[in-house]
């Protein structure tokens, strides 16, 4: 199983990023995707997941209404569209593979190098 999450990159305070992540090896819409955060000296945070179908998502309260995951079976990527960018959204991004439903999600791996998002102010 491979993930390539991409997209990342410095932008300001209120701006916008589009992330994608690419997923090979496993039959992608059999599985929920989900996307997580770290920043530096922090634990890996929780943001957002969407069912294999996509007809479900639940997102983190930090993010709700700033960010929107998708997802395009047929090209075997999620993506995580972020808006109002803030200072505290700083991190390296991953994405993998959840299981749950509802509001309960949990990653099954594997994690990937994620991608950096830097937001200046």
């Known amino acids: 199983v491979q993930l390539q999450a991409s997209g990342g990159g410095l932008v300001q305070v209120g701006g916008s990023l589009s992330l994608s992540c690419v997923v090979s090896g496993v039959p992608f819409s059999s599985y929920g995707m989900g996307w997580f955060r770290q920043a530096p000296g922090k634990e890996r945070e929780f943001l957002s997941a969407i069912s294999w179908s996509g007809g479900t ?25 972020m808006n109002s960018l803030e200072p505290e959204d700083t991190a390296v ?29």
């Not at 991004?93 to 102010?121: A, D, E, I, K, N």
């Open 57 to 81: 998502t639940h997102y983190a309260d930090s993010v709700k209404g700033r960010f929107t995951i998708s997802r395009d079976n047929a090209k075997n990527t999620a993506y995580l569209q």
């Open 93 to 121: 991004y991953y994405c993998t593979r959840v299981s749950g439903y509802g509001s309960s999600w949990s990653p099954l791996g594997p994690w990937g190098q994620g991608t950096m998002v830097t937001v200046s102010s």
